[in-house]
């Protein structure tokens, strides 16, 4: 249910952003193939959405990510995702930032995962086909396993970096690595992708996602890999 709540307010604040503000925003829809290992093997269609409003001193992004797969033997993969983040930029190079994501995964063990923090970004590589970002900060996650009554809770340091390479005029690469550190747990995401632009603002994208959790509930794989084909429309 809060899990639930984050992805209304998220949606709801990217619409009502957009509503104030049309010009700045870049939104993009993605919808593909997905293969996963780890908790669960399956080959599904995953939908994904994106939105991002850039002004002069701030940048908002809302991210929505929904995973249900069925078989003959029932459901086989259930995943939702939200996340949000704001930004204020104190020059071309440096910011501070404030995030939460949500993300509800029963086969990983969890019924769900709500984290926020805040802190500073610094662009350590900023030309015209070239970016590197860092980010450090402290935060807060919230626990609660599947069957389980009562939350955990703890303190966190979230740490990132994200590499953009311009391959050419219509290809580029990216990788991104996020790790939320706390006392009972680790849990790094990293996101790999490629994307060409087919024609128009349509862009075809293979990515590779791995999630490691260092303390994955009892009898529930560490690490989960998601490989994806997918379209993307951005508009």
């Known amino acids: ?59 908002n992004e809302a991210k929505l990510e929904a995973l249900n797969v069925k078989g003959e033997e029932g459901r086989l993969s259930e995943k939702y995702l939200g996340s949000g983040k704001s930004s204020f930029k104190y020059s071309e190079l440096s910011y501070s930032f404030v995030t939460a994501d949500g993300e509800h995964d029963p086969f990983s063990g969890y019924a769900y995962q709500i984290s926020s923090s805040l ?43 994200k590499y953009v390479q311009k391959l050419s005029k219509t290809s580029t690469f990216s990788e991104e690595l996020i790790s939320a550190i706390g006392e009972d747990a680790k849990i790094t995401k990293s996101v790999t992708a490629l994307s060409a632009q087919v024609a128009g603002n349509l862009s075809m994208k293979a990515s590779l996602t791995v999630n490691n959790n260092s303390a994955a509930p009892e009898g529930a794989d560490k690490t989960d890999t998601e490989t994806a084909v997918t379209l993307v429309y951005t508009f």
């Not at 994106?50 to 701030?58: D, I, V």
């Not at 599947?146 to 703890?154: L, T």
């Open 1 to 59: 249910m809060k899990l639930l709540k984050l992805i209304i307010g998220l949606a709801l604040l990217a619409s009502g952003t957009y509503a104030m503000a049309e010009s700045g925003w870049e939104n993009s829809v993605e919808a593909g193939l997905l293969w996963t290992s780890g908790n669960t093997k399956t080959q599904s269609i995953n939908v994904k959405g994106a939105a991002a409003h850039e002004l002069n001193k701030w940048r």
């Open 119 to 161: 802190g500073y970004g610094y662009r350590v590589i900023n030309k015209k086909t070239t970016t590197l970002d860092f980010e450090a900060g402290p935060g807060y996650r919230q626990t609660r396993l599947r069957g389980v009554d009562g939350v955990e809770s703890e303190g966190v340091i979230r740490l990132s970096g």
